[in-house]
């Protein structure tokens, strides 16, 4: 495989993997809808610095270590399955009833900086994420490059997609932002938002390495 068979061949899987429903995309069509897009942006780009310091974890091998260390993975397992816990719980038991209702802000709060904080949280705390990193990109890489220079690359392209994929989702939820903004649509979006939170959060405390 050649270096460009290989760019190819992973920027359509990252594409689809972008497309991919999970917390990531719940969490900035929820932020979108939430009618702020400048806050949606700044989830989108926590999300994308989380995976971008996982991807430079692939790419100098610590991914492998926390892999392979229990108690590292356990840790970060669970302060991750907690933290998406928290958010999914105060999305359930608090939805909003309006736009501009600041209860149960999932996305972190009223700011883009918390929105921020939020998406990077929300992919740092989560090993999952160096994984699937760990297991996927090394496939793409070709014979004769520096290994972990082109990994890096790869991580990159994948973020670089699931920007893409959240600009689109921004710019859809904008459009059709006055029927999603109708206050049992918001509770009932917090609250399958809170839904996505919680299952994946579960899901998370129950991985194992490897």
């Not at 091998?61 to 816990?85: C, E, N």
């Not at 903004?181 to 959060?201: E, H, K, N, S, Y």
Request: charged residues 10%; contains cysteine; positive net charge.
């Amino acid at each position: 495989m050649t270096v460009t068979q290989s760019l190819l061949a992973f920027s359509l899987a990252a594409a689809l993997l972008a497309a991919t429903p999970g917390v990531d995309t719940a969490l900035v069509l929820r932020t979108a809808i939430a009618g702020d897009p400048r806050r949606a942006a700044g989830a989108a780009l926590g999300i994308a610095a989380g995976c971008l310091i996982w991807g430079g974890a692939v790419a100098l091998g610590l991914a492998a270590l926390i892999t392979t260390s229990t108690l590292l993975f356990d840790a970060l397992r669970w302060i991750g399955a907690l933290y998406l816990g928290w958010l999914g719980a105060r999305l359930l038991l608090a939805p909003r009833r309006a736009e501009a209702d600041p209860g149960a802000a999932g996305d972190g709060g009223g700011t883009p900086g918390a929105a921020f904080a939020a998406g990077f949280l929300t992919n740092l705390l989560n090993p999952k994420v160096g994984i699937f990193y760990l297991t996927l990109l090394p496939q793409f890489v070709p014979a004769g490059v520096q290994v972990a220079s082109f990994i890096f690359l790869l991580a990159t392209i994948h973020v670089l997609m699931s920007l893409l994929w959240f600009a689109l989702l921004i710019a859809l939820a904008r459009r059709i932002a006055p029927v999603l903004r109708r206050p049992a649509v918001i509770a009932g979006l917090d609250r399958l938002t809170g839904l996505v939170f919680v299952g994946f959060g579960v899901r998370l405390a129950v991985t194992q390495p490897g």
